[in-house]
């Protein structure tokens, strides 16, 4: 279970827009001198001494030309149409009624002086759309050879017969050596009951998956559906796994985009995709007006949530992206999630600490970012309550530190990264991390420029959460320690987190707390038991009591706090009451 992404490779068309089909270029032009001389030899009714071969040659290869520099304007060579679709038979009937029109008026004027025949033209045309059609529906089903199991890949069902799977199984069959060989469809539509992709045919619907798994021997299920529900993937999980068959499903599509390489593994089912998160949607449009061409830094860099924010800023094609932490190893693995060498000899590698005011300052000053993500804090609960005075010195001083620095470089826009232990506080962490709030809210009402705080709970797989810390002992064959039978946490993924934080730095509510919506609370000792299921071991559960400073449920609201509805379905705010700079030396004796 620790070892998530399955090895399955798949290359990725879509991502290139503007990469040159050679193959269809030379495909179209030969077609055309194909075409062109096969109309006139049944013009002429088969008569080969009439053809005057060499204007016959030339009008072929200048409607090729022809062909190819109107097929490129409307974008049939850029892989803008999926090979063999219908937009794509669409595009090259339009482009070729286009031509047919000049190049008729052509043969017809000046045609006798060509010593071409004036129709050949027009019989040429159907010929050519018949030809290039059958190409590019042969080249969307990859040959046979390519279906061939090897012995080495494995035999795989597709869970979803829509346009995920239309898109996933040729990208299987393309690969030379694939890792995973589609042997059947399985889909609920009756409409789709007779359905064959590439090749692949439909096998069943999902009442029919074990006798389809006997039958095809298979030994994988890719779930081809967008956004599946972790109820969705806890019921093919539940059916599939006892046959020994793993559950696979497809990346986002924004890690899809987030790749450089072009390609994407497919990924076996985890803890955090059965807990009941739902997928999120960002207003791309909102996001990218306040980060593209922007110098964005992120604090905390190095991180679970900064390196994260740094991957998903980098696809709003920032001007520069900033990455600051001090720490080096953590600031290396955030260069390579974002495609970087991890060399740490790059000019957007800030080493710094933010307890060291004056050096951030005058890097700031020096660096000139436009939008900041403050994400360096101290969040273990448990260590800050036996040393309180470190939450103080960094998700304090710290916050202020950078608040100021923002300030004086002229930030247009700053998001303070909180949590959920911020509402309502009891312990170091929650009280270091509301003052931090306050602050954010005070310099939001007493400068220019966009303040705003965001709150949200337990991140999924997070360095030395939850997940990671049960995993070990699950791992090592040790007893399962938990506080409490009742206790619950809010969850959620790295990536969805990050989402939302985008999502909330495009919010016009300055000075406010965001609160996003993380759902249901979910008992912590469930999410042991699936994981001691998931892992086949029988494992004892251990209660061990609530630590200081812990509570039995979180809130997302103190209930000084009303909560407010935003723009966005999924983020709510507060207001907090402001804490000036002055006011802050009130609150150190809680720490």
Request: proline letters at 5%.
């Amino acid at each position: 279970m620790s070892n998530r992404y399955y090895q399955g490779v798949i290359y990725l068309n879509s991502r290139q827009p503007r990469n040159i089909s050679k193959s269809d270029i030379s495909a179209d032009a030969f077609s055309w001198v194909f075409a062109i001389f096969l109309a006139t030899f049944l013009r002429y009714e088969f008569d080969l001494t009439q053809i005057q071969f060499l204007p016959v040659a030339l009008l072929g290869l200048f409607s090729g030309i022809l062909h190819v520099l109107i097929g490129g304007i409307a974008g049939l060579y850029q892989n803008r149409y999926r090979s063999g679709s219908f937009d794509q038979a669409v595009a090259l009937i339009a482009v070729t009624a286009a031509i047919t029109i000049p190049l008729a008026a052509l043969t017809i004027v000046f045609g006798a002086f060509l010593e071409v025949p004036r129709s050949s033209s027009i019989i040429a045309s159907p010929i050519f759309l018949f030809l290039t059609l059958t190409f590019r529906f042969w080249t969307r089903f990859p040959l046979r050879s390519a279906r061939k199991n090897t012995g080495k890949s494995v035999p795989t069902l597709i869970y979803g017969a829509g346009e995920m799977a239309e898109y996933v199984i040729p990208k299987l069959l393309s690969e030379t050596h694939p890792s995973h060989s589609p042997v059947g469809l399985i889909d609920d539509d009756p409409a789709k009951a007779n359905r064959w992709i590439s090749g692949v045919r439909m096998l069943g619907t999902f009442e029919d998956f074990q006798q389809v798994v006997a039958s095809t021997e298979a030994k994988a299920v890719i779930v081809a559906i967008p956004g599946s529900e972790s109820s969705l993937l806890q019921r093919v999980r539940d059916v599939v796994e006892p046959l020994g068959v793993k559950v696979l499903f497809l990346p986002s599509f924004l890690e899809l985009l987030s790749r450089k390489d072009e390609k994407f593994e497919l990924r076996e089912v985890g803890i955090e995709d059965l807990i009941g998160r739902r997928a999120v949607k960002v207003s791309s449009d909102s996001i990218s007006e306040y980060l593209s061409g922007a110098s964005v830094l992120v604090t905390g860099a190095g991180g679970s949530i900064g390196t994260e924010l740094c991957r998903q800023v980098s696809l709003y094609n920032p001007s520069r992206l900033l990455f600051l932490d001090r720490d080096e190893t953590g600031l290396q693995l955030s260069q390579f999630a974002v495609g970087h060498t991890g060399l740490l000899d790059s000019p957007d590698i800030v080493l710094a600490d933010i307890r060291d005011k004056g050096n951030l300052e005058q890097l700031f000053v020096d660096l000139n970012p436009d939008v900041v993500f403050h994400a360096a804090a101290l969040k273990h609960l448990p260590a800050l309550e036996k040393f309180p005075a470190e939450a103080w010195k960094t998700n304090v001083i710290g916050t202020l530190n950078v608040l100021e620095a923002s300030r004086k470089s002229g930030v247009s826009t700053f998001v303070n990264i909180s949590t959920d232990k911020a509402a309502d506080p009891i312990s170091a962490l929650g009280r270091s991390k509301s003052i931090a709030e306050g602050l954010t809210s005070w310099f939001a009402t007493s400068y220019s420029g966009s303040y705003k705080s965001v709150r949200f709970g337990n991140v999924l797989g997070s360095r030395g959460s939850l997940i990671p810390t049960l995993n070990s002992l699950i791992e090592r064959n040790q007893p399962v320690t938990i506080t409490h039978p009742d206790v619950s946490r809010y969850f959620m993924t790295t990536s969805e987190a990050c989402q939302l934080v985008l999502q909330a730095g495009a919010s016009r509510d300055n000075g406010a707390v965001l609160i996003l919506d993380m759902g249901e609370p979910v008992r912590i000792v469930d999410l042991a038991r699936k994981m001691i299921a998931m892992s086949g071991k029988a494992l004892e559960i251990v209660f061990t009591g609530l630590r200081p400073g812990e509570k039995l449920h979180e809130n997302l609201n103190s209930p000084l706090e009303q909560l407010e509805d935003t723009d966005h379905p999924l983020i709510w705010k507060v207001s907090p009451n402001p804490i000036s700079p002055l006011q802050i030396r009130n609150y150190k004796r809680y720490f």
